[in-house]
């Protein structure tokens, strides 16, 4: 079987791409350091996921199915979330064009014209008017001596995964801020239900005043004060109405819904119970954390970068070839006689730029650097975001503790103040006074555990998300 010359120039460029060297630079994760436990894990007990563990459904632990129905909606309808995988997809696309430089480029013309030559020229043709018919196809291919498509294809292809772990990223983001605004919503019903009560408190008191100064038992003082405490409360009660509505506009953004067409009915608090969450160890935090692993993607297309720059110090090598048909006359382009081709190399190598191609080089260096030095921030960053959650969540689960102790205190002080001021042993600013007590230590409970819910969401965040069941453990 005899072998065209063609096959063969082929085959051997093929053979130099499979020999040829990268100039890119051998690329390794940048180096960060990774403490070996948290600072502030106190008492929680590591977990230990698997590699690739998946993030799921991890709003479940909080065993609330309204939130559920709302993280659902966040998958489906929330529009930054669609515009992130769209970036993902023209990201993954760009990755399959710069594939296609692995293959040859074949293209196909077809021409048809009539052209007329002067009658002035020097040697005027006997034949002046003329057709020209082509049916010709090229192909061009570039030998990648040095590595240039190939990392230009590993550059390409480690952006489109960094975009994968950005879309990650985004929806654990999104979901988290969503899990957020829903438990502060939640906390303002509290908060609500709280101000609500000491409105009709207040309101019972000051007609209670109002009665007995005009049965001369107390002064104009007092009515006074009792109006001033009625119509502050009222002021905090509207308040946190208009926070509580702001809010689930919020959220309905987030679940692609119009603020006009979403409402959520009221829900203290203190009816969730969110489960504890596990604690995975600092190391596994590089696996799991989305924005980590598109920091050290960006930064391996970085380093291919390099490659493709210090490639253009070096000569091209491209082959090209061509095979078609022309002729001046339609009826014998299909003939023998009309055939036609072509095949050969061509090289080109710059010999002066002005320091144009040193300075790419320099530029792809200092752009690998930057990246780099991204990542380890971003890890470092990663590890504030769970040392910072862990110690608020220790800390607000003693506040917990002592400012339920201190409402508790507060409620027994305006019941003493009351049958005090009813038994006519004390003014009514006795009663003012512990009824403010009473409604800030009662406040800011519910705010505490509003806080504490939302760092329990934002400790998960920052572990990169949830886990399957099994893994997660109750703390002693």
Not at 171 to 179: F, I, R
Not at 375 to 398: F, G, S
Not at 429 to 450: G, H, K, M, P, Y
Request: net charge negative; glycine share 4%; with cysteine.
């Amino acid at each position: 079987m005899k072998v065209s010359l063609s096959y063969r120039v082929f085959v051997l460029a093929y053979a130099i791409n499979l020999a040829a060297c990268s100039l890119a630079p051998d690329y390794q994760v940048p180096s960060v350091s990774i403490p070996a436990v948290y600072k502030e894990a106190g008492d929680w007990l590591p977990a230990q996921p698997a590699d690739g563990a998946p993030r799921g459904l991890w709003w479940h632990v909080f065993n609330d199915p309204e939130l559920n129905a709302l993280e659902e909606k966040v998958t489906t309808a929330n529009q930054n979330l669609k515009i992130a995988f769209a970036q993902y997809q023209q990201a993954h696309d760009t990755a399959r064009a710069a594939r296609s430089a692995y293959f040859p480029l074949v293209t196909g013309t077809a021409q048809a014209s009539r052209q007329k030559s002067s009658g002035n020229l020097a040697n005027t043709p006997s034949v002046r008017t003329s057709n020209d018919f082509l049916l010709q196809g090229d192909l061009s291919y570039e030998v990648d001596l040095w590595g240039r498509v190939r990392n230009l294809v590993a550059a390409n292809e480690a952006e489109a995964q960094a975009s994968a772990a950005d879309l990650a990223s985004i929806d654990l983001s999104l979901h988290a801020e969503l899990a957020s605004d829903y438990f502060t919503l939640r906390g303002d019903d509290t908060q609500q239900m709280i101000l609500d009560l000491t409105v009709q408190d207040d309101q019972a008191d000051f007609d209670l005043t109002r009665d007995r100064y005009r049965g001369g038992v107390v002064s104009e003082l007092d009515v006074n004060q009792a109006e001033t405490q009625l119509e502050t409360a009222k002021t905090q009660a509207e308040d946190m109405r208009l926070q509580r509505a702001q809010l689930e506009h919020a959220i309905a953004i987030l679940t692609g819904a119009a603020p006009a067409d979403f409402s959520l009915a009221a829900h203290p608090l203190d009816t969730v119970q969110p489960k504890p969450v596990a604690l995975n160890l600092p190391s596994t935090l590089l696996e799991r954390r989305p924005d980590i692993a598109a920091a050290e993607r960006r930064a391996a297309a970085a380093n291919a970068e390099i490659g493709i720059a210090r490639a253009a110090w070096f000569p091209s090598l491209n082959i090209g070839a061509a095979l078609g048909l022309e002729s001046a006359s339609l009826s014998n382009l299909v003939s023998a006689p009309s055939s036609l081709w072509a095949l050969g190399p061509s090289s080109a190598l710059t010999i002066l730029d002005a320091g144009r191609i040193d300075a790419l080089s320099d530029e792809a260096r200092a752009a690998y650097d930057q990246s780099a030095a991204s990542y380890r921030e971003t890890v470092l960053e990663a590890l504030q975001d769970v040392e910072d959650n862990l110690a608020a969540m220790r800390q607000l689960e003693h506040e917990q503790q002592s400012q339920s102790n201190a409402s508790a205190a507060a409620k027994r002080a305006l019941k003493n103040a009351e049958d005090l001021y009813k038994g006519g042993a004390t003014t009514y600013i006795d009663v003012v006074v512990a009824e403010n007590a009473t409604l800030q230590a009662q406040i800011s409970l519910a705010n505490i555990q509003t806080r504490y819910t939302v760092a329990q969401v934002q400790l998960i965040k920052a572990l990169g998300g949830g886990w399957q069941a099994s893994d997660l453990k109750d703390r002693d």
